[in-house]
């Protein structure tokens, strides 16, 4: 099928490009006529997995760049709308770029056009994108509004996107409906997976992938309600580890045991330093809004919010009790983007941290694998970028892990030691196990569990009952 996709962004690029990947033919539209020029010479503007493959193999073929919306739609049976929306100052979703661009759409109606949102947008946007290319004299057979949302993580976006656990179509007629599953038909028929060249299959992924049909407000709800959910297990396990902390559990265990009751289930259960990102924050205050407007308050998103800000604060003072005074210490920081994968900072709790530290009169060396160059435009004074996490650790006086990249996870910590002016970690990730960092030599603070040091190790093997009975 033809599609347009409009918004090259995290969303609609990867959109795009998947949907060359099922064959469909495909005109990627943006404004930003810099970002359409890279894309058109080549290059990858996200650091994003399978996403310079796909590029590569469909870039001029099945995938083109254009700033000519109108064209574009002229052109195509679906029309995706994948602009931004961030928020507004009252954390209401700002839906302007999505007005202009419906706005735009309906000088070009020429057919039958299915008018897709894939932007998160609050319930009821499917009404106005309606009534607004009504307003601007399309004929009202002429086209039909979905909401079609994404659950695109990023760092795993292209494989969540080809391997959904579900595909949410929200159409209010069947012929609506049935584009959008003509659209799917390679994921939800299998024959995708069926081809050599399908981008691999990651391990939990169930295929085929059922495709919901609900009504187009029900599936707005959807993408609000879900990521409030998945930010509330978040808020949940973090205020957990809190409990922990101030009780001697630990909060991995607790996590397990939880986690394998199927009800609950093992994912999004892992505490840190709060959630961060494009989605989570924005997505928690519109849907917080939007239920206002509708005359329930969602107190229970008010608690999220606040559970996830505090857990900052609470790393923070980790830190203070770890160092005593900050004025003056040099710190090694591991990860400035939101989550591992990704080289996206936007409300990235890393990147408030590092500022609240230099704030505090610390001086920062920062390393991380994909997100150095995003930060540099927002973190000036006293931040030195560095290559590798050996040498943000250098000569430091701490060292802190921020971003649960893979390559944090499997440093050697031989080197980690003797880089360190003292060999302390503390660590927002739980990336280590604390009776393994103390055997190591250090002094290790991690979130909902004891912190662990040489001399807590070294009493701990003497008294454990296995070495009692061997004594
Ligand atoms: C998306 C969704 O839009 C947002 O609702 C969701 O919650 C997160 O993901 P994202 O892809 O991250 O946003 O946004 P961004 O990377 O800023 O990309 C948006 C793109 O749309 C930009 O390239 C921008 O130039 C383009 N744009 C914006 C247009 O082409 N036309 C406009 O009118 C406005
Ligand atoms: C999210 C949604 O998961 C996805 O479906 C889509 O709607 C876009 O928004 P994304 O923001 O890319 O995806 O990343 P996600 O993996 O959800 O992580 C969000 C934040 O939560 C990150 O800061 C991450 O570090 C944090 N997180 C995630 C935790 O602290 N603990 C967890 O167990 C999982």
């Not at 739609?73 to 839906?95: N, Y």
Request: aromatic share 8%.
């Amino acid at each position: 099928m033809r599609l347009a996709v409009v918004g090259s962004g995290y969303v609609g690029l990867v959109a795009g490009a998947c949907f060359a990947d099922l064959g469909h033919e495909v005109i990627l539209v943006d404004v930003d006529e810099q970002k359409l020029a890279a894309l058109q010479g080549g290059q990858v503007p996200i650091h994003e997995n399978f996403l310079p493959e796909l590029l590569q193999r469909h870039r001029g073929k099945r995938l083109n760049f254009s700033d000519d919306l109108q064209a574009a739609v002229r052109a195509s049976a679906a029309v995706f709308i994948a602009v931004g929306t961030p928020p507004t100052e009252q954390g209401e979703a700002d839906l302007s770029y999505v007005e202009s661009v419906a706005r735009s759409i309906s000088g070009a109606i020429n057919g039958y056009k299915v008018i897709v949102e894939k932007s998160t947008v609050p319930v009821y946007t499917s009404d106005w994108v309606r009534k607004i290319i009504l307003r601007n004299a399309a004929p009202p057979d002429s086209f039909d509004v979905a909401s079609n949302p994404e659950f695109l993580r990023e760092g795993t976006a292209v494989t969540d996107f080809l391997y959904p656990d579900r595909i949410v179509v929200g159409a209010d007629s069947e012929r609506c409906a049935a584009v959008l599953r003509q659209i799917y038909a390679p994921l939800t028929d299998g024959s995708y997976y069926r081809r050599a060249d399908a981008i691999p299959r990651p391990d939990r992924a169930q295929v085929p992938p059922p495709l919901i049909v609900t009504s187009a407000k029900s599936a707005e709800l959807i993408k609000h309600a879900s990521n409030a959910f998945l930010a509330m297990k978040i808020s949940f396990i973090n205020a957990v580890a809190s409990i922990c902390e101030a009780v001697g559990a630990n909060v991995q265990q607790v996590c397990q045991g939880i986690g394998t009751d199927s009800r609950i289930g093992p994912r999004f259960l892992s505490p840190g330093i709060g959630y961060g990102g494009s989605c989570f924050p924005k997505d928690l205050m519109a849907f917080r809004a939007v239920a206002r407007e509708s005359g329930y308050e969602f107190r229970l998103l008010d608690e999220v919010i606040r559970i996830n800000e505090d857990q900052r604060q609470r790393f923070l003072r980790k830190v203070r009790n770890a160092l005593w005074t900050l004025r003056g210490k040099r710190l090694g920081v591991l990860g400035l983007a939101f989550k591992g994968g990704t080289d996206d900072i936007r409300e990235s709790p890393a990147v408030r941290l590092v500022q609240s530290l230099l704030q505090e009169g610390c001086q920062v060396a920062a390393y991380d694998p994909a997100a150095g160059e995003r930060a540099r435009e927002v973190l000036t004074s006293n931040v030195e970028f560095v290559g590798s996490a050996y040498e943000a650790a250098r000569g430091a006086d701490a060292l802190l892990i921020l971003t649960e990249w893979e390559e944090f996870a499997a440093l050697d910590l031989g080197r980690l030691h003797r880089e360190l002016k003292y060999p302390i970690v503390i660590d927002g990730r739980n990336l280590y196990h604390p009776d393994a960092m103390a055997a190591q030599g250090f002094t290790y603070y991690s979130v909902g569990r004891q912190p662990a040091t040489p001399e807590t190790q070294a009493a701990d093997a003497a008294t454990s009952p296995r070495n009692l009975k061997k004594s």
